[in-house]
């Protein structure tokens, strides 16, 4: 059974960059016609997806966040990863990747704030 | 932004049935949207239950079903669990782009 683990730093200045890593186990980010995605959810509100990428390396992103957001796969880690520049207090969020929507990590929290 | 419209609560009773409904703001809800849906328990992580409209996941419980219904997704819980108290979460695919709808809080009373 696939595994995912969201991890980053909980803290995050305005302005600055976010950057997040999914640590995959029981399945290879490089196989199949898998896709990988992250989404976002603010303390008591509702989940937001941010984008996805293919294990080929295709990727789509929400058109609120494709200027700011960045997804990529390190095979050689078997991880996602996810940038999200220029953040403010609106992307404060408990953040998720998943497999193909089906298998979800448990989320990180990410709070932005000086 | 594609907005996606869910009840924002219902409440059933044990035992009762119930269907959550899933709209898009374009238009009527085809099988091409690929309509998801995730029930996330209070403090929990999303969990994954329905895909493209009506597949369950190996771990989907039988009373949880999902369909097409007026142009608009939905999922119907049969025999309601007090367990089933939750969020609900619809999933729609905008060619290439996902957007959630913004949940439907059940409860179960």
């Known amino acids: 059974q696939v595994q995912l683990q969201e991890s980053g730093p909980g803290l995050v200045e305005p302005s600055e960059t976010l950057s997040l890593t999914c640590a995959v186990s029981?399945?290879?980010?490089?196989?199949?016609?898998?896709?990988w995605s992250w989404i976002r959810q603010p303390p008591g509100k509702g989940l937001e997806w941010i984008g996805y990428?293919?294990?080929?390396?295709?990727?789509n992103y929400s058109p609120s966040l494709k200027s700011r957001a960045t997804i990529s796969l390190d095979k050689s880690k078997n991880q996602l990863s996810l940038k999200l520049n220029s953040v403010t207090a609106a992307d404060t969020a408990v953040y998720y990747c998943a497999k193909t929507l089906a298998n979800w990590g448990q989320g990180t929290l990410v709070t932005v704030s000086s | 932004q594609t907005v996606v419209t869910q009840e924002s609560s219902l409440t059933v009773s044990p035992g009762g049935t119930v269907t959550l409904t899933c709209a898009s703001g374009?238009?009527?809800?085809?099988?091409?949207?690929?309509p998801h849906w995730f029930q996330q328990k209070s403090g929990q992580a999303p969990r994954a239950l329905i895909y493209n409209t009506g597949t369950k996941h190996s771990w989907t419980p039988a009373r949880f079903s999902g369909s097409l219904l007026g142009g608009k997704a939905a999922l119907t819980l049969s025999g309601v669990q007090p367990e089933d108290e939750a969020d609900y979460y619809c999933l729609l695919f905008y060619g290439g782009v996902w957007v959630f709808g913004g949940g439907t809080k059940l409860t179960v009373l």
């Open positions: 990428i293919y294990s080929f390396g295709g990727t």
């Open positions: 374009t238009g009527a809800v085809t099988s091409s949207y690929y």
């Open positions: 029981g399945d290879s980010v490089n196989s199949g016609n898998n896709y």
